[in-house]
């Protein structure tokens, strides 16, 4: 009787903390929803910035936002999956193996600012392609590598050994096994190491202002600089310039956020099943 009245407490415990958790997200959510959602119109979302942010819309800043996220997936996607598909099918266990792999959970946990400040020095300065939509992708892409990385590896992992022995006997190559085997067996885990990416991308903040720059204008090219939502969000809260444009910029971004975890989440669930 002792044990399950322990049980239960420790149930309830769990319990409550989890609504505690919930609770706050809710409660932070939901304020900036009430305070920005009234702020969004359609000619918010199309008009381009005007008085640093003061007045208009946010158009440049929402496409803005989508270029360097869509070019930080572009450039870290091949690179992480073809990483993790050689740490679990090829390498070989080892002392070398061992300190890359330590090496990549350290990249994990490298501040932001870290990566901003390399990325300025590196990308911006030294490759001289300055503030511009290039260099806050390959930024970001660095950032967002060792977890696309890590849960494609893991999801690898979850593959049953048969799979790979039975395509093995009947003739296939490794490439080939890993190809058109493992992989269509894993589509899910890599997926979701890509929202994870991409919720990080959009949300950074200190990494891009040091490298995509804060240009309020529509960029054209890779090479144009631009303001990220984020950025905006920062510039506006930090300068009190707007608290209209704040929580009508901070909203928005939550709602792209659900959005795009959302439709990933229901494509990952249909990939799943297949």
């Known amino acids: 009787m002792s044990k399950r009245i322990k049980s239960k407490g420790y149930f309830g415990l769990v319990g409550l903390v989890a609504a505690i958790t919930l609770g706050v997200l809710i409660l932070i959510i939901g304020f900036i929803l009430i305070r920005g959602i009234p702020s969004i119109s359609l000619e918010f979302l199309t008009d381009s910035p005007k008085r640093m942010g003061k007045e208009g819309g946010i158009f440049p800043v929402i496409i803005g936002t989508l270029y360097v996220t869509l070019v930080s997936v572009i450039i870290a996607t091949p690179i992480g999956v073809a990483a993790a598909i050689y740490f679990s099918e090829y390498a070989k266990k080892g002392r070398l193996i061992n300190i890359i792999r330590f090496f990549t959970e350290v990249l994990a946990g490298i501040p932001s600012v870290i990566f901003g400040l390399f990325g300025f020095a590196f990308f911006v300065v ?32 979850t593959v049953p050994v048969s799979y790979r022995e039975g395509s093995l006997a009947l003739g296939a190559t490794k490439w080939e096994t890993v190809k058109k085997i493992v992989l269509p067996c894993c589509k899910s885990g890599v997926l979701t190491g890509l929202i994870l990416g991409i919720g990080r991308a959009i949300g ?13 204008k529509l960029p054209v090219s890779i090479f144009d600089s631009t303001r990220t939502m984020a950025v905006h969000l920062y510039t506006l809260a930090s300068e009190g310039l707007s608290d209209k444009n704040t929580y009508a910029t901070a909203a928005l971004l939550i709602i792209l956020v659900l959005i795009i975890n959302t439709l990933a989440g229901y494509i990952s669930g249909k990939l799943a099943k297949e």
């Open 126 to 157: 030294f490759l001289g392609m300055g503030w511009s939509v290039i260099s806050g992708g390959l930024t970001l892409s660095m950032m967002i590598l060792p977890t696309l990385i890590r849960s494609t590896e893991e999801s690898l992992k």
């Open 204 to 216: 950074e903040t200190a990494a891009v202002m040091l490298t995509v720059g804060g240009s309020l």
